[in-house]
């Protein structure tokens, strides 16, 4: 299984918005909703932002959201801010129970 | 305190088995999966299998099968990943990750550990 197509690399100014997009098959990202994604930052565990395509865990801001349009996924950052910077994965269930990731983008806040 | 502690950096040589630990603390691997996922530098995320506490059996990535064996010890709250047949290829970041049900989000995940596969 191929992974899932992200942008390379991103980059936004303080305070402006970005979207992340993840682009899969109808045997994932188009036909459940187990769509996660997760911020790593160097020295620090990977941390989950978004599941379930749109929801937040408890103790995320309000400025992550997440969307979904046929076989592609989005990650939304409004308000970027200095420690958003990092990489950034889409995840997705996979109708053959496995799990596929995407190939990850690195966000840059100029 | 939910937390998932990974074993230490490793390095060995090409055709060299490794094997790496996770241990669960504030909850019981009974409750909750485990996947691995692996991140080579400057590469995406490879998911590598999953310990579902309701089958017998692992699920593996078709790319690991017969390489990799997943074990847990429920008496230590600690689960295992032993990849074997290392090659520079293998040469990567390994996490641990824990969801509640296999296709539900990994909500907490492990440091990561560091594999160098080097002659």
């Known amino acids: 299984q191929s992974a899932l197509t992200q942008p390379a690399s991103v980059s936004g100014s303080p305070g402006q918005s970005i979207t992340i997009s993840c682009t899969g098959s109808a045997s994932d990202v188009g036909s459940l909703n187990y769509v996660s994604w997760f911020h790593f930052r160097p020295g620090t565990a990977p941390k989950l932002i978004i599941y379930e395509v749109s929801n937040r865990p408890s103790g995320v801001s309000d400025r992550f959201s997440g969307s979904k349009s046929a076989n592609t996924a989005s990650l939304t950052i409004s308000g970027l801010q200095a420690e958003d910077e990092g990489d950034y994965f889409c995840s997705s269930y996979t109708t053959a129970t496995t799990v596929l990731f995407g190939e990850g983008t690195t966000l840059t806040v100029l | 305190q939910v937390q998932l502690v990974q074993s230490g950096a490793e390095v060995k040589t090409p055709g060299a088995s490794v094997k790496i630990s996770c241990k669960a603390s504030?909850?019981?691997?009974?409750?909750?999966?485990m996947h691995w996922v692996r991140q080579a530098r400057g590469q995406g995320l490879q998911w590598m299998g999953i310990?579902?506490?309701?089958?017998?059996?692992?699920t593996l990535a078709e790319r690991f099968q017969g390489r990799i064996t997943l074990t847990r010890d429920t008496s230590t709250n600690t689960v295992y990943m032993e990849l074997s047949g290392l090659t520079s290829a293998d040469t990567a970041v390994y996490f641990c990750?824990?969801?509640?049900?296999?296709?539900?989000?990994?909500?907490?995940w492990g440091h990561g550990t560091t594999v160098t596969v080097s002659s």
């Open positions: 990750a824990r969801s509640k049900l296999r296709f539900m989000e990994k909500d907490v």
């Open positions: 504030g909850y019981s691997l009974n409750t909750h999966c």
């Open positions: 310990l579902d506490p309701s089958l017998v059996r692992p």
